[in-house]
């Protein structure tokens, strides 16, 4: 209708961007601003804190200053939105009429490529997923995409190009997605976008993935395949290891089709760039690496639940608070003892490297040759410190080359990325000669000279270009140097020359006709101008013509100066379309050797993470531990990772422990020194060693009180045996590591309330998966299993559990800590598979109910029958009043057994009401079975016969 806000020239463009980029939040460039209109507007102020107003009347409207996209893109792409970015592609001053317009670009979750946006040490992929369960139908649809028990994933990082596939169990396509760092999962649309299936659900809500349904037809077979053959130019995948129709390649190919729809042009943007004339180099893709498919046969697995419990990445702290799985590796982490050391103590020079170190981590090595080679190269470093600073230095120039490539590619670069690029390169090369002294870096300096040979004289021809400092963008010029080229030291020389024409030009006219308080100027708005006060405008000679008033002065102009300005703004033009074609020359340039900049960062990689390795080893007095084929593990004086930098930050140090499973161990007796720990409270404790055999039981039982180190202790197990298969020094004084398949981990206090699990159900879930998994090479780490139900249940499923593992022939190396010590009769009952660790404590007074007691932190073989627990609730702040009415209660609580019922109970009629001063004398009693059992009977449904069996099943009780 007449007058309807939605109908002008403007809305309507805005609507036709708006329908081709369906399902986008489309950033609308309107001078100083990127608005969005109707429900774009309203969900985004909703979600990000955005002001909402009115365009006018009836549609809503919001937007942010275009100098601060960046920022908010980054707050959007968090939120899980899509966002195409339309912009400007002429100023409206320079156009009559409707200004024309072209979406530039398009920012999803997982297609991040802009350096303002990503995080530098972390992978940001987007990923494919399909079932493989079943037989395809035309569209490569499962007929039971529901229940697939396989899935195939493909995910691609589009700021390095990275491509990979994997077809693996649906269970475990949580933990491939959280390997890649997938952010955005496509799946195929059944028409109903509205629900996920749910073996795409339970694989992304855990990890916050935005999913997104595509069409069905870019999945199949077909359409697949030759998606992929085109964009790599090959007639075939078998170069790359993939067949032409697996599930895999489903996967692949539509997540190719959608990479290249968000990140280059289509036909649409193309005609509108075309049409205003306006030179945008789009995207090409350039740099993206054939699919390549994971091999999980040639590393130690680690799920997302084991990674999540031994805090590789992240606290447990930070994921109950919410942290996203993109958030730094921080304190308290693994990863964090590496990221956050200085540099020369454990941490990584380039932003290449931290990502190279984070997958060591996360994914160490399985295979015993591949660990021993990179072990060497870390030794080397760790001898040879001079070669090491050496190398940092060189290391701490290089830029992030993987990701720069990729802007290049993808048509995001700016001045300082291809300078940037270029002394990278030049550095790189000098990484690769300084390391020709060291026999064990021969096969990475290979790889680097023969790379940096590849791209010949285009990073001197780089450097010698540009200027040394280059501009963040383009948009003025200032990359190129003078001399460069003589088209744009014409346009320049002109340029320049504008401000002494100008001041000869006003000293003239000051003495043609005598007016003093004449000035010549210029702004971007009015151009160049005369500008006179009011008080001689009156008198201006006729040859000035009026050009504008201002409050206090008159402006004016001349033909003469109207011609120079027209040469001037003609030079700046040209000048500055002159340096877009010649940085346009030198990304073109780069872009043939992008297969080469990307071997360039995978050694640079390689080396700065192993470089790292070694400086932690040598700061912090590592060893590097013996790797074995045989099921065993060996540590003497070993040291939390975590805890021990934390503890020397802050001034103290780490109590050595030893651990031995299936493993040879030596006898003899530990001395504890008591100033280490409890600060004189005591002179001396020692604790015997238990003679070892020269293998030792592969489970370990470990009681203990609360906060006395259990948990910290199981945990150190496994860091020590995941650093041990990346290739890593681990803190101890030495350690022998039997081949290790994968690292289980039950730790914790978990629930999934959105599939309806309790916490109790998610520990038994995990639980049941170590049990039917886990094999005798792998590492076994289970905490109070157990302890989420009643004491009599969790009792009896921990009795089983370690039975189950203990008993079998290829008993995998466990260790359970527990405060049910009812099990410690396992190593009687099981002789040979079973030991009993405990933690050492301390009270003071010794005896008392309310004696203090000292955490001494050191495992000693052996058992524990208490847990301690009251002490603690004192040390945590508990009433006075609440603890020793707990110490009343504690006393009179035993457990007995039902033999009629094979029944379990705690006993809590010896409890006394606190009000009593003492018991009645006939009130303290332990019912007897047999009593119970008469309870039972009922006497008007027995036969004779059957009263005389239950009469003589109750006199056995009575003798029992």
């Not at 004491?791 to 009795?799: E, N, R, Y």
Request: some cysteine; proline content about 4%.
């Amino acid at each position: 209708m007449a007058g309807d806000p939605r109908e002008t020239p403007a809305m309507q463009q805005y609507y036709r961007f708006k329908k081709r980029y369906e399902g986008c939040i489309l950033l609308f460039r309107i001078g100083d601003f990127y608005e969005m209109f109707d429900d774009d507007a309203v969900t985004v102020s909703k979600a990000i804190g955005l002001t909402l107003t009115q365009r006018t009347a009836g549609v809503p409207m919001a937007g942010m200053p275009f100098h601060q996209l960046e920022t908010y893109l980054r707050k959007l792409t968090v939120k899980g939105f899509r966002v195409a970015v339309c912009e400007q592609l002429m100023e409206a001053s320079a156009v009559k009429g409707l200004v024309p317009r072209a979406v530039t670009r398009v920012i999803t979750p997982g297609t991040l490529v802009d350096e303002t946006l990503l995080e530098t040490d972390q992978r940001v992929a987007v990923g494919a997923i399909v079932a493989v369960e079943g037989k395809a139908d035309a569209k490569g649809v499962s007929a039971r995409a529901g229940n697939a028990q396989r899935v195939a994933i493909a995910s691609v990082d589009v700021s390095t190009g990275d491509f990979f596939v994997c077809e693996c169990l649906a269970t475990a396509a949580i933990d491939e997605l959280s390997r890649r760092g997938v952010r955005e999962l496509l799946y195929i649309s059944d028409g109903n976008d509205k629900v996920v299936p749910s073996f795409v659900r339970d694989a992304a809500s855990p990890l916050n993935i935005a999913t997104l349904p595509r069409p069905a037809w870019h999945f199949r077979p077909q359409e697949a395949l030759q998606t992929l053959v085109t964009h790599f130019a090959v007639k075939t995948l078998a170069g790359f290891g993939l067949r032409d129709g697996e599930p895999a390649v489903l996967a692949a190919g539509a997540l190719l089709r959608y990479v290249q729809e968000t990140q280059t042009a289509g036909d649409d943007e193309s005609r509108e760039v075309a049409a205003a004339g306006v030179m945008i180099r789009r995207g090409t893709l350039a740099h993206l690496r054939a699919p390549k498919r994971m091999d999980t046969s040639r590393h130690l697995i680690i799920d997302a639940v084991s990674l999540r419990s031994l805090e590789v990445e992240r606290t447990m702290r930070d994921i109950v608070m919410g942290g996203s799985a993109a958030s730094k590796g921080g304190d308290g982490t693994l990863l964090g003892i590496f990221q956050l050391a200085p540099q020369g103590q454990g941490s990584c020079r380039t932003p290449m490297g931290r990502r190279m170190l984070r997958e060591w981590l996360c994914m160490p090595l399985c295979e015993r040759g591949a660990i021993e080679q990179r072990q060497t190269a870390v030794a080397s470093l760790v001898a040879d410190r001079t070669l090491s600073e050496q190398l940092g230095v060189i290391l701490a120039e290089i830029q992030d080359v993987a990701r720069i490539a990729g802007r290049v590619s993808l048509a995001r670069a700016t001045p300082r990325d291809i300078v940037a690029l270029a002394k990278s390169v030049q550095a790189a090369a000098q990484l690769a000669s300084a390391a020709a002294s060291a026999p064990a870096l021969a096969g990475l300096r290979e790889v680097l000279v023969k790379a940096t040979q590849e791209l010949g004289e285009l990073p001197a021809d780089i450097v010698r270009v540009c200027v040394e400092e280059p501009p963040a963008h383009l948009r003025e010029g200032g990359l190129i140097r003078d001399g460069v080229d003589a088209e744009l030291d014409e346009a320049r020389l002109l340029e320049r020359d504008a401000g002494s024409w100008l001041a000869a030009y006003q000293t003239k006219l000051i003495a043609e006709h005598s007016l003093p308080s004449l000035k010549v100027g210029y702004n971007k708005v009015a151009g160049y101008f005369i500008e006179l006060p009011l008080a001689q405008a009156a008198t201006a000679p006729l040859q000035l013509r009026r050009m504008q008033t201002l409050r206090n002065a008159e402006r004016f102009t001349t033909p003469e100066l109207s011609d120079f300005e027209r040469k001037v703004t003609t030079a700046q033009g040209r000048g500055l379309e002159r340096e877009k074609q010649l940085f346009q020359q030198l990304c073109d340039r780069a872009i043939v050797h992008t297969g080469a900049l990307a071997t360039i960062a995978d050694a640079v990689a390689a080396l700065d993470a192993t470089l790292a390795l070694a400086d932690k080893a040598h700061h912090r007095a590592w060893v590097k531990p013996v790797l074995t084929d045989e099921p065993g593990l060996s540590v003497t004086q070993g040291r939390h990772p975590v805890l021990e930098e934390a503890l020397i930050g802050s001034g103290g140090s780490c109590v050595a422990n030893d651990m031995y499973l299936g493993s040879g161990g030596t006898s003899g007796e530990v001395t504890l020194r008591s100033d280490e720990v409890t600060k004189g409270r005591s002179d001396e404790v020692k604790g015997k060693g238990a003679e070892r055999d020269a293998v030792t039981p592969s489970l370990a039982l470990l009681t203990g009180p609360n906060m006395a180190g259990k948990s910290t202790y199981i945990r150190q197990v496994a860091l020590l045996t995941l650093l041990a298969h990346a290739g890593s020094f681990v803190p101890a004084s030495a350690a022998t590591v039997g081949m290790v398949d994968r690292i289980f981990t039950r730790i914790g206090a978990d629930d999934a309330l959105h599939a309806g699990q309790s916490t109790f159900m998610v520990e038994m879930i995990e639980t049941a998966n170590i049990l039917h998994h886990a094999t005798g090479k792998s590492l076994v780490i289970l905490d109070e299993v157990g302890r989420g139900t009643s004491t009599l249940d969790g009792l009896s499923l921990a009795w089983a559990i370690v039975e189950f593992l203990a008993k079998r022939d290829d008993a995998p190396r466990t260790l359970f800590a527990t405060h049910y010590h009812e099990l410690t009769d396992l190593e009687e009952r099981l002789p040979g598979k079973v030991q009993n660790l405990h933690v050492a404590v301390r009270e003071w007074p010794a005896g008392g109910d309310h004696a203090e007691i000292v955490f001494l932190h050191r495992i000693l073989p052996g058992k524990t029958d208490r847990s301690y627990g009251l002490h603690v609730a004192r040390l945590a702040g508990m009433p006075k009043d609440v603890v020793t009415r707990a110490n009343e209660v504690l006393k009179t609580l035993a457990v007995h057994t039902d033999t009629g019922k094979s029944k379990r109970r705690v006993d809590t009629s010896r409890i006394a009401d606190k009000a009593e001063a003492q018991l009645a004398l006939f009130k303290e009693f332990i019912p007897h079975p047999a009593i119970d059992a008469l309870r039972e009977v009922k006497l008007e449904e027995l036969t004779p016969m059957q009263a005389f069996d239950t009469l003589r099943a109750m006199r056995e009780l009575l003798d029992d």
